[in-house]
């Protein structure tokens, strides 16, 4: 079977299976360099989320959040979040890099890092897990930054959310 034809029944099957079987999680389908995320049923609207990831930050931690988000982007990776009981679980996130948030020009200095860990304390409380968030220190060994995750299930309204 020639390749265009191998990526036409996945494509079609993809289709098939986004508009007749709801999940509970969010699927991700790459072929050929495309990207499509089909966001499906979580239990959870990614709006809710983010009136809850709101409610919790004062105006200038969801400037910085949003900084981060808009100059940051990094890639998608599988991350440790809490899950509603509180267990940890494993799930597909979106990574920003905390170091580009300087580039939005709100925050300078000193501030940005104290700010970062409050936001941290409120999102990402528990071993620097969150429902809809998670933190890592030094992700990459070298003392060159932290990084943000995000759930990939809210990451397109957590965009749209940051513009």
Known sequence: ???????????????????????????????????TNINLSLG?????????????????????????????????????????????????????????????GHFKGRQVPAMFRSIYKKLCPDQHAGRFMSQCNDWWGDGTGDMLFVRLEIVDELEKWAK
Do not use: H
């Not at 100059?71 to 979106?94: H, K, L, Q, V």
């Open 44 to 104: 959870m609207e990614a709006t809710e989320a983010i009136k809850i990831i709101e409610s919790q930050l004062t105006a200038d931690e969801q400037q910085l959040l949003k900084d981060t988000i808009n100059y940051g982007s990094w890639g998608d990776t599988s991350m440790e979040f809490r899950n509603d009981a509180g267990e940890f679980e494993t799930d597909s996130a979106w990574g920003y890099c905390t170091n580009d948030a300087k580039q939005g």
């Open 1 to 35: 079977m020639p390749i265009y034809d191998f990526w036409l029944v996945n494509v079609l099957i993809a289709v098939v299976v986004s508009v007749y079987i709801k999940l509970s999680f969010n699927v991700k389908i790459v072929m050929k360099n495309e990207t």
